[in-house]
C-alpha cells in the first residue's frame, strides 16, 4: 500500500492567499514529516508532527495530523512567490525496524505575484 | 549548523559504467539513508544503514547496488553498472537518535546523476 499521497497534486494562488495541501496515509506512523522542494534541488525539511500531537506552528506554516483518519494537511498563511516549490510529506510505518520514510509524490505550488 | 554534504553535484556517466556517489552525514548521526529521485516523480526509498550494516532495502536496491562506510565520515552509494533508468537525483539522509518518535532525517542537497 502507498503512503504520503498528498492532494492536490497541483496548487496555483496569488500572493498573499493561503494554501492548503493535504497528505493521506495507509499504515501507523510514529510521525509525519512535511518537506519542501525547489526545482531541481535537495530536500529541506519544514515540520515534524508526532503521532501524539494534533497540530503544531511554525511561523506562517500549520500542520495539523487527524490520525483516526491517517490524513495531515499543511498550511501555509499569507503565501509569497518565494513559496513557489514541492511540498511532500514523508511518514515512517510503526513497525518498521529500518525507520526510512514513505514519500507521497508531491504538491506542486504555484504563489503568482 | 552541521549539515549532510553529497559530491558530486552533478555526475555524467556512460551506461554500464560504474559510479560512486559520496556522502557526508552529520557526524554524530547513527542511521543512515540513500533515497533517489527520478525527475518529476517521488522520492524513494533505496537503503538505511546502521551499525555498519544494511537495516533495510527496498526492491529499487537490487545487486547493482551496494553501499558502504568506509570511514567515519563517509557513506557511499555504488552502482556498479548503470542503466539509462538509473538517471535521477540521489539523496543521502542521516538521523540521529533511534527512538522512533521522533527521528528527524536531515537531508543532502543531492547528487544528479545521469546515465547516456
Known amino acids: 500500500s502507498q503512503q504520503g499521497e498528498e492532494d492536490p497534486q497541483a496548487l496555483s494562488i496569488q500572493e498573499g492567499e493561503n494554501a492548503t495541501m493535504n497528505c493521506s496515509y495507509k499504515t501507523s506512523i510514529n510521525n509525519l514529516q512535511w518537506y519542501r522542494q525547489n526545482s531541481g534541488r535537495g530536500l529541506v525539511h519544514l515540520i515534524l508532527i508526532r503521532s501524539n500531537e494534533r497540530e503544531k506552528h511554525s511561523g506562517r506554516l500549520r500542520v495539523t495530523l487527524d490520525t483516526s483518519k491517517k490524513s495531515s494537511s499543511l498550511l501555509i498563511t499569507a503565501s509569497r512567490a518565494a513559496d513557489t516549490a514541492s511540498y511532500f510529506c514523508a511518514t515512517d510505518a510503526r513497525d518498521n525496524y529500518g525507520q526510512n520514510f514513505v514519500f507521497g509524490p508531491g504538491t506542486r505550488l504555484s504563489v503568482l505575484p | 549548523e552541521p549539515e549532510v554534504t553529497q559530491t558530486p553535484s552533478h555526475q555524467v556517466t556512460q551506461m554500464g559504467q560504474e559510479v560512486i556517489l559520496r556522502c557526508v552525514p552529520i557526524s554524530n548521526h547513527l542511521y543512515f539513508y540513500w533515497y533517489r529521485q527520478i525527475l518529476g516523480q517521488k522520492v524513494e526509498f533505496l537503503v538505511s544503514?546502521?551499525?555498519?550494516?544494511?537495516?533495510?532495502k527496498s526492491e529499487i536496491f537490487d545487486d547493482q547496488f551496494s553501499v558502504e562506510r568506509p570511514d567515519g565520515s563517509n557513506f557511499t552509494l555504488k552502482i556498479r553498472s548503470t542503466k539509462l533508468e538509473d538517471s535521477a537525483m540521489y539523496f543521502c539522509?542521516?538521523?540521529?537518535?533511534?527512538?522512533?518518535?521522533?527521528?528527524?532525517?536531515?537531508f543532502g542537497p543531492g547528487t544528479r546523476l545521469t546515465v547516456l
Open positions: 539522509a542521516s538521523r540521529l537518535v533511534h527512538e522512533r518518535i521522533d527521528n528527524e532525517q536531515f
Open positions: 544503514f546502521y551499525n555498519n550494516e544494511i537495516s533495510e
